[in-house]
């Protein structure tokens, strides 16, 4: 894990005293939170805790449950993501995102990638040739599917593969923030690896923010670390701070194990 320099960064994502509720349900209490650019932050905590809840507030995917109410600022590369001029088809090219559960559409992997571009940007030919295979090379698939990606189904790929293909296709709408909730729950120790050494090859040129139960995980990717409990936001910080030397008491409880 790389040590942040103490020196002021440049921030992708402003997230200031946001309210969400689910119904009657209080999901997310007054959260502020600033997200650095090119830099990969995790967001850790105990199930429940409003980890995904938030991840959900960046794209406006909540928008999509009706009885959720959102309050509070929440700016995106400078933008008021809940203006009412927010155009929301231009807020999730840039902002992509990967599911869970690996979600490749049942069709060819070539397909899956072109699909995109073509809708968001008209782009076919050889153009969309070599978008799709730089997508594959950037999600470290291209190797394992080259030679039948044409005709292979996306759906015919191993879980760690689909997985790995979600984010070619995401890739391919050229996102300039990534969020990922539990982008390795399902998948084996091989593919985890595979999914890890990804994550921290897109920072730097993207922004990335993980949702991970996995405290060891989120501590080798990651340069910065924000734990929640209860809805709230506990404490966050680089990385090393929350993972050696937390303020909280309760972030020392969590991350040493004595509960989760």
Not at 37 to 52: A, D, E, F, Q, Y
Not at 65 to 76: C, F, L, M, Q, R
Not at 87 to 113: E, H, T
């Amino acid at each position: 894990m790389e040590i942040i320099s103490q020196l002021k960064v440049e921030n992708a994502i402003h997230v200031k005293d946001v309210q969400l509720h689910y119904g009657d349900k209080h999901a997310l209490k007054g959260v502020s939170l600033d997200i650095p650019k090119g830099r990969v932050t995790t967001l850790i905590g105990p199930s429940g805790c409003g980890k995904s809840s938030l991840l959900r507030c960046l794209n406006r995917l909540n928008d999509r449950i009706p009885d959720a109410k959102v309050s509070g600022t929440v700016e995106v590369l400078g933008q008021d993501i809940y203006s009412k001029k927010t155009d929301l088809l231009a807020l999730r090219r840039k902002v992509g995102m990967v599911f869970q559960k690996a979600n490749p559409f049942p069709m060819s992997i070539y397909d899956n990638i072109a699909l995109g571009p073509k809708m968001h940007y008209g782009i076919k030919g050889k153009d969309l040739d070599l978008l799709v295979e730089e997508a594959l090379d950037h999600a470290a698939l291209w190797d394992e599917v080259k030679d039948d990606y044409k005709k292979k189904s996306g759906l015919a790929l191993s879980g760690g593969q689909q997985q790995r293909l979600c984010i070619a296709r995401m890739l391919a709408v050229r996102p300039e923030i990534i969020l990922m909730d539990e982008p390795c729950s399902a998948l084996d120790p091989i593919s985890t690896a595979k999914i890890e050494e990804l994550v921290r090859k897109l920072s730097g040129e993207h922004t990335l923010v993980v949702v991970t139960h996995n405290l060891p995980q989120a501590e080798r990717i990651s340069d910065y670390t924000a734990f929640f409990m209860f809805g709230e936001l506990v404490e966050h910080g680089t990385s090393l701070e929350m993972f050696v030397n937390p303020v909280q008491q309760s972030t020392q409880d969590y991350v040493t194990g004595r509960f989760g």
